[in-house]
């Protein structure tokens, strides 16, 4: 964990070690600018309890600058608050924001829980068209104190697991034996598949990966096809994409 940095420098907080590589070999994050929380990990300072994550997120966004690159990533279980300030279109509230990050700083959250859509209270959401195009949804309202949903003058996109209403799921598809977030897998294999997608292409790779292997609970057999199918065409998750500023995201590399 490195406590300075120089100017363009790149911090991720994961909270599970899954994909931390892809950070490492495809991105270029030094090995010393991640911190991993597991619940494996044997040294008390890095189980995921709340005290840790908030430090975790305390170190993620403290003393950044312009040019700065953040990377958060959860992989866990996700509920949802009722929402009391009236300012959430669904009627409960997500549990973080990015309003700290500063002018210049970029923070990706890739976010693989429950109810996770719109995670970090962002303006913006892209949702698939009728028409089979990815556009922006204005989510902006104003809070009962008067402040509206943004950062502080940073771009946060948020990837999340699922819509706000849906749930996600763990997989062995993808690695044949452990279980793992379908999401994060789904990611991991669309980044990997293609360096320099841009994030349009990333979504649509990402949502086909999880409705081509969705119900994959290890049952062989016909068995294990209906339910793959049920689950594909029925309750399958779909992972969102939201931003603190709209951009053109068939243009847009996907670049942490």
């Given amino acids: 964990m490195a406590s300075a940095r120089p100017p363009q420098a790149q911090r991720t907080t994961w909270c599970a070690g899954c994909g931390a590589y892809l950070l490492r070999e495809r991105f270029g994050f030094p090995a010393d600018c991640i911190l991993v929380l597991t619940q494996e990990d044997k040294d008390p300072a890095r189980v995921p309890t709340r005290a840790n994550l908030m430090r975790a997120l305390r170190w993620l966004v403290d003393g950044t600058s312009a040019g ?119 990611l991991i294999k669309a980044v990997e598949s293609e360096l320099g997608t841009t994030y349009g292409r990333l979504l649509t790779a990402m949502r086909a990966t999880i409705r081509d292997n969705g119900g994959e609970f290890g049952i062989p057999g016909p068995i294990g096809t209906f339910f793959r199918r049920v689950i594909t065409f029925s309750c399958a998750q779909e992972p969102q994409l939201c931003a603190s500023e709209m951009f053109d995201i068939y243009r847009k590399p996907f670049l942490l």
């Fill in 68 to 186: 700065d690159s953040l990377v958060f990533h959860f992989s866990g279980h996700g509920v949802q608050k009722l929402d009391r300030d009236g300012d959430e279109a669904d009627g409960s509230t997500p549990p973080s924001c990015a309003r700290p990050l500063g002018k210049g700083v970029k923070l990706h959250a890739i976010v693989d829980t429950c109810h996770s859509g719109t995670i970090l209270d962002l303006p913006y959401l892209c949702r698939l068209s009728r028409t089979g195009y990815w556009q922006w949804e204005n989510q902006q309202t104003r809070l009962s104190s008067g402040e509206t949903k943004c950062t502080g003058g940073g771009l946060a996109i948020s990837i999340s697991g699922c819509g706000d209403s849906q749930t996600s799921q763990d997989t062995t598809a993808f690695s044949g034996s452990a279980s793992t977030g379908a999401m994060t897998c789904s």
